[in-house]
């Protein structure tokens, strides 16, 4: 996450026809300072926000570890975790790439009175009702999420 004040910006999001917006650009960004996000999925990332409220019945922050990536990111993550198709944990066309416009994004959720951590499956299963495509069975307690059917790749 940016610290430089790059990215600054606020993003709008209409849900039942109110403006909520509970995310910042800079939240997206890679080390690099690139930074996007789909439209759908910062709707599904509203969503699953608003959720975990009414779950709650207090604040919940939505807070993005992971989001757009460049094939040098890939690379760098690959080197430590290692790749899919060898039994490891990054995809060599991971829905992180940019080329996909943003439409991936790893998360947790924290209940911010108390500062824990909600349960990983609390938050998958959250993110399943929004999400095209959800995996929560990462050791470090994030989930995964993206949009991969309902956008269109052309190329």
């Given at each position: 996450m940016s610290t430089t004040g790059r990215n600054d910006i606020p993003l709008l999001t209409l849900?039942?026809?109110?403006a909520v917006s509970h995310f910042?650009?800079?939240?997206?960004?890679?080390?690099?300072?690139?930074?996007?996000?789909?439209?759908?999925?910062?709707t599904a990332l509203e969503l699953t926000r608003r959720d975990l409220y009414a779950r709650y019945g207090e604040t919940v922050w939505v807070l993005i570890t992971d989001a757009v990536r460049t094939p040098d990111d890939l690379q760098r993550l690959a080197a430590r975790y290692g790749w899919t198709?060898?039994?490891?944990?990054?995809?060599?066309?991971?829905?992180?790439?940019?080329?996909?416009?943003?439409?991936?994004?790893?998360?947790?959720a924290v209940v911010a009175r108390t500062r824990s951590r909600v349960p990983q499956e609390v938050v998958g299963a959250v993110c399943?009702?929004?999400?095209?495509f959800v995996k929560y069975d990462y050791q470090d307690g994030h989930v995964h999420a993206d949009m991969r059917e309902r956008v269109c790749f052309v190329g």
């Open positions: 849900l039942d026809g109110e910042k650009l800079r939240e997206f960004e890679n080390r690099d300072g690139l930074a996007m996000i789909h439209r759908s999925a910062l198709d060898a039994g490891g944990l990054v995809a060599r066309r991971s829905r992180h790439l940019a080329e996909f416009g943003g439409i991936a994004v790893d998360l947790v399943r009702r929004y999400f095209d």
